[in-house]
């Protein structure tokens, strides 16, 4: 069984989304703040994480540094009241795979969890390696070292 965490401040997000993750068939952990899901994530290994970006104690965007800092590679969903195009670019610069503005549905949920699903992985990886080489062209290699390293993370999952 796939373990998820959910991290997030606000408990009606975190029982909605622990719900309708636990009828998908997935095993699912809460952390109300950054520091509890850095030691959760320090502790534990997880096959994919719902992130807050406005988080008490520490933002989601500097846990999502840190936990890629520890060199994990858990793909890592970013759920936000607060979308800004600066903070999407940040946090898929550092490997986020989605941007899921809050309020969302069960139903958008499950559209997410499809996306990642293995065919479409394949084609992300793709889209993946032609922004990398573009972002090479363009001198922008630490931002393509950052969309390879998710793309072989993505490959070496796919084989698992």
């Not at 979308?83 to 610069?93: D, G, L, R, S, V």
């Amino acid at each position: 069984m796939k373990k998820i965490l959910v991290v997030d401040d606000t408990k009606n997000i975190r029982l909605m989304l622990s719900k309708c993750l636990e009828l998908e068939g997935y095993e699912v952990k809460t952390a109300i703040d950054g520091k509890e899901a850095l030691e959760l994530i320090a502790s534990l290994s997880f096959d994919l994480i719902f992130l807050d970006i406005k988080l008490p104690e520490i933002r989601g965007t500097e846990v999502l540094k840190r936990i890629r800092e520890m060199g994990v590679g858990t793909p890592v969903i970013i759920i936000t009241a607060y979308a800004t195009i600066k903070n999407a670019i940040e946090c898929t610069n550092m490997g986020a795979v989605a941007y899921l503005q809050k309020p969302f549905t069960a139903e958008k949920i499950k559209s997410v969890l499809s996306a990642m699903s293995p065919v479409n992985a394949s084609s992300k990886v793709l889209g993946y390696l032609k922004q990398s080489e573009e972002l090479i062209r363009k001198g922008k290699l630490s931002e393509a070292s950052a969309l390879l390293k998710e793309a072989t993370f993505m490959l070496e999952v796919e084989k698992s």
